[in-house]
């Protein structure tokens, strides 16, 4: 069993709006009060995830979501990628993907989709 400690955070840009959801980091996103409160989000997100508590350098309470479920729904054939030139191969290589195009058969059990 893991035992979870919590982490504070703090806000990178101040200056902008709060919203309801934050950046933490890759496959992590963090959320308030308000979502927590909202049954219907709360049961969406935990079909892709556990959501574990931490605290915001206010002391306000939010609660982040780890996701722990991938699903492989990329359609490789269809999405766009950056190019690069790969000087070991003397060649053009795919780089990061630019714009996703997914197989829709592959969504159907993931909220974020």
Same mark, same amino acid.
């Given at each position: 069993m893991t035992t979870w400690n919590p982490h504070e955070y703090y806000i990178h840009n101040p200056i902008l709006e709060k919203g309801d959801f934050f950046h933490v980091g890759a496959g992590c !996103?963090?959320?308030? %009060? $308000?979502?927590? *409160? +909202? @049954?219907? #989000?709360? @049961?969406? /997100? %935990? #079909?892709d995830g556990e959501i /574990?508590? !931490?605290?915001?350098? &206010?002391? %306000?309470? /939010?609660? !982040?979501? *780890?996701? &722990? %479920? +991938?699903? =492989?729904?990329? @359609? $490789?054939?269809k999405s766009e990628y950056s190019v690069y030139w790969d000087i070991? $191969? =003397?060649m053009q290589a795919k780089g990061s993907v630019k714009r996703c195009a997914f197989h829709p058969d592959c969504l159907t059990g993931s909220s974020f989709f």
């Open positions: !996103i963090a959320f308030g %009060e $308000k979502v927590w *409160n +909202c @049954d219907r #989000m709360v @049961d969406s /997100l %935990e #079909m /574990l508590p !931490i605290t915001f350098e &206010t002391g %306000e309470g /939010l609660y !982040i979501l *780890n996701v &722990t %479920e +991938c699903v =492989n729904a990329l @359609d $490789k054939e070991e $191969k =003397n």
